[in-house]
């Protein structure tokens, strides 16, 4: 049976996934690390009212090891993590297009049902557990770069460009909003919104409606979400989740869709440049320094701006700092863990990185399954009630248990449960799952 499996995947060479040994190590360590960071994001959002994207200062009653903490994922974790990840993104189709023209393959139907899956899987992920889904948005920008990755380096550079002055133009439109219009965390209700025993979501609509709530920055908004998500039933959370994941969508598309689609062009950028190869490494140094003395110091003016975040000013330097220095500093990341990777190919640390970032999708659900599962009404129920350090630490112990799964699990199989039915869709045809009969499986 291995046999024949494997002789169909060689007959059909022209649409075969790419081989195991193919791989680029690089990548996959530091995809392992980006999911990694993200997690020591997403965490706080898992475990406390959405409305503390809004909040830029520690909280009040914060202890000493708990301001650090918030000062530390402030500044070297969010918005520095997803840009490391969209990058590589952006590094796989391209890999994924050279490959199949190399092989003279056809190279639209794979990469389309590849995406389409890839939302569909965001959006159950979004509905069902976690609301920060990133997925489908990947899914929805990757059709556009499905189309982009095929021209030149030139244009890939012009195009990158482009949607780096778009990101400036709409920071200054957001600036001249918030000088004209007030910035919308100022906004308050006409009077107090009594909150009473009845669903949470009801009384949300009602509020709303009545313009006593005026969105997630609200006391009552985060009460209602903290019971609905703390306490259940179920369906309640599954309305608040839709809610938070309609108003993250919109943002995320229309505010972050340009700085997204650039990182997908530049993670192309980085494969046609040779820059994984490990006699590449005076690049990726330079990239490296470059990236932490420019990323550094926009990560640090980026956090003292967020405290100030209802003022004019503040909204156009947290903009630039934000959506540009946070994908400069997550270049310093990238250029030290590829220096890294390339020569720590038997590190056990990396080891694991690669591990968890060889089976990417599966390790990322699986981190908001436990993640949520700590502060859930179907888990411990712990929603709102940990501390900023407490929370990294649970991200960190989350994290392990993750990594060590990949481990063990790639030891037997080729890829992940989610991966392997991420390459039935995309291939249209049931690859061999066990280690030893997939020696020419796709690679991500």
Same mark, same amino acid.
């Given at each position: ?79 520095k993590f997803y840009p490391l ?29 590849? !995406? ?35 021209l030149s380096t030139k244009w ?114 980085? !494969? ?173």
């Amino acid at each position: 049976m291995a046999e024949s499996a494997t002789q169909e995947i060689r007959m059909d060479a022209k649409i075969a996934p790419v081989g195991l040994n193919e791989r680029i190590t690089s990548i996959d360590v530091v995809r392992g690390v980006a999911l990694l960071g993200i997690l020591l994001v997403n965490i706080h959002y898992m475990g406390m009212p959405s409305g503390i994207f809004f909040v830029g200062n520690p909280p009040a009653d914060a202890t000493p090891p708990s301001t650090a903490a918030w000062y530390f994922y402030r500044t070297f974790c969010e918005g520095k993590f997803y840009p490391l990840f969209s990058m590589l993104f952006g590094a796989g189709l391209a890999i994924q297009f050279e490959r199949a023209r190399q092989r003279g393959s056809n190279w639209w139907a794979a990469p389309f049902r590849r !995406v389409i899956a890839l939302g569909f899987f965001g959006l159950l992920h979004a509905t069902l557990l976690w609301f920060g889904d990133i997925l489908f948005l990947y899914a929805l920008v990757g059709f556009v770069m499905i189309f982009l990755v095929r021209l030149s380096t030139k244009w890939l550079v012009i195009a990158a460009g482009v949607l780096v002055l778009t990101t400036l133009a709409m920071v200054a439109l957001s600036v001249l909003m918030t000088a004209f219009g007030g910035h919308f965390t100022e906004q308050k209700p006409a009077q107090e919104f009594v909150l009473d025993e009845r669903p949470p979501l009801t009384q949300l609509f009602d509020g709303l409606n009545g313009r006593l709530i005026t969105g997630p920055w609200d006391g009552a908004w985060q009460e209602l979400e903290t019971r609905s998500l703390r306490d259940g039933p179920y369906l309640q959370a599954v309305g608040f989740r839709a809610i938070n994941w309609s108003m993250m969508l919109a943002f995320m598309l229309f505010g972050g869709g340009p700085v997204i689609l650039a990182l997908f062009l530049f993670g192309a950028i980085l !494969v046609r440049m040779q820059f994984f190869a490990p006699d590449n490494a005076v690049v990726q140094r330079r990239v490296a320094v470059l990236g932490w003395t420019i990323g550094l110091a926009c990560a640090i003016v980026s956090v003292f701006a967020h405290q100030h975040q209802a003022r004019a000013w503040a909204v156009g330097v947290l903009g630039v700092t934000h959506s540009l220095g946070g994908p400069i500093l997550s270049l310093g990341y990238l250029g030290t863990l590829v220096l890294w990777a390339n020569q720590s190919r038997h590190n056990p640390v990396a080891v694991a990185f690669s591990n968890a970032g060889r089976m990417a999708l599966s390790s990322y659900l699986l981190c908001s399954f436990i993640g949520t599962a700590i502060f859930y009404h179907w888990g411990l129920s712990w929603f709102g009630q940990l501390s900023v350090a407490e929370r990294l630490l649970a991200a960190m112990g989350v994290y392990t248990i993750v990594a060590v799964f990949a481990t063990v699990w790639l030891r037997f199989f080729a890829f992940g449960p989610m991966e392997w039915i991420w390459r039935t869709v995309t291939y249209l045809r049931f690859p061999p799952v066990r280690r030893r009969d997939a020696a020419t499986t796709l690679a991500v």
